[in-house]
């Protein structure tokens, strides 16, 4: 168990608050819930944040997401349990998320477009980088 280092939520409240509402404009964005959700359990998987996954992974099953899907998340690229439109929504996901190492690379970026809109591509990247602002936060504040 680890103990919260600063109440950064309380000590920055405009600043959070500014997240929290962006997170609440994600929430009414044309992309799915659970397809957000998804992205942002994958996201907190690869940043270590376990108060984000259990977060994720509870919302996810209460939305109906059956556990086998959960149990192969991190395995998605060989698993049947994902669609085209959420294996690129992963993919690009992964890859923002990474991107001191991708690059975000037109061959992660490409296959976007046959599965989502302009306006989903860019929600969907908000998503992506407001999910990993919140894990940095949660991580290195020791949520």
Known sequence: MT????PYYELS?????AFVHASKALEKCSLESTLI???YLRISQINGCAFCLEMHSKAL????VEQTKL???AGWRVSHHFSERECAALAWAEDVTLIADTRAEDAVYEPLLA???AVEISDLTFAVALMNAFNRLAVSMRM
């Open 71 to 73: 149990d192969a998340l």
């Open 37 to 39: 959700e998804l992205v």
């Open 115 to 117: 599965h989502f809109s």
């Open 13 to 17: 409240p405009e600043v959070y608050n």
């Open 61 to 64: 099953r209460k939305s109906g």
């Open 3 to 6: 103990t919260l280092r600063q």
